[in-house]
T-cell receptor, first 116, second 110 residues
């Protein structure tokens, strides 16, 4: 499988619980992005990595959210003390040609989070 | 003002017609422009990208860019029911991250 892989596909949790999502990018891609998408909206940028370095975090990302990419390969996104407003599709994307005009992002299937 | 703006639709066209999807952006420093297609419940899929002013054609799809007007469009010729989806316009700001519009829902009626 040469695409971006995300796990789990669906996650249902109770408010206040912690959740963690995993993303495995396309193997030769050095950039990895996390986006969040709610119904009727476009994907909203959360954060991105180049290799293992986290280069940018959205101002919208509260301190309950943390992301890691420890070996420059897979990445995890953790949400602590989940709130109902965190319910969304969490999308991971990877790319090569980092920072160049022809950089193209390829998305995984996403993790649908429902906070009850 | 949103950084990338699209009409949310829905845009309804008959099968075989030309569908025209529009997008405006606010940052004049934006370098490249992308169109993604997203079927309901699925993730975005890249269908077109354009960097230079003018038109770029790929099969039934044509992307148009006018940097002076900060305007990007996507034309779909000979629209098919299978083209029914949400079309997302995305702009690459310097540094690499994509900023997305809210998407335009397209419905192609048989």
């Amino acid at each position: 499988d040469t695409g971006v892989s995300q796990n789990p596909r669906h996650k249902i949790t109770k408010r206040g619980q912690n959740v963690t999502f995993r993303c495995d990018p396309i193997s030769e891609h050095n950039r990895l992005y996390w986006y969040r998408q709610t119904l009727g909206q476009g994907p909203e940028f959360l954060t991105y990595f180049q290799n293992e370095a986290q280069l940018e975090k959205s101002r919208l990302l509260s301190d309950r959210f943390s992301a890691e990419r420890p070996k420059g390969s897979f990445s995890t996104l953790e949400i602590q003390r989940t709130e109902q407003g965190d319910s969304a599709m969490y999308l991971c994307a990877s790319s090569s040609n980092a920072g160049q005009a022809n950089e193209k992002l390829f998305f995984g299937s996403g993790t649908q989070l429902s906070v009850l | 003002q949103k950084e990338v703006e699209q009409n949310s639709g829905p845009l309804s066209v008959p099968e075989g017609a030309i569908a025209s999807l529009n997008c405006t952006y606010s940052d004049r420093g934006s370098q490249s422009f992308f169109w993604y297609r997203q079927y309901s419940g699925k993730s975005p899929e890249l269908i077109m990208f354009i960097y230079s002013n003018g038109d770029k054609e790929d099969g039934r799809f044509t992307a148009q860019l006018n940097k002076a007007s900060q305007y990007v469009s996507l034309l779909i010729r000979d629209s098919q029911p299978s083209d029914s989806a949400t079309y997302l316009c995305a702009v690459n700001k310097q540094g690499g991250k994509l900023i997305f519009g809210q998407g335009t829902e397209l419905s192609v009626k048989p």
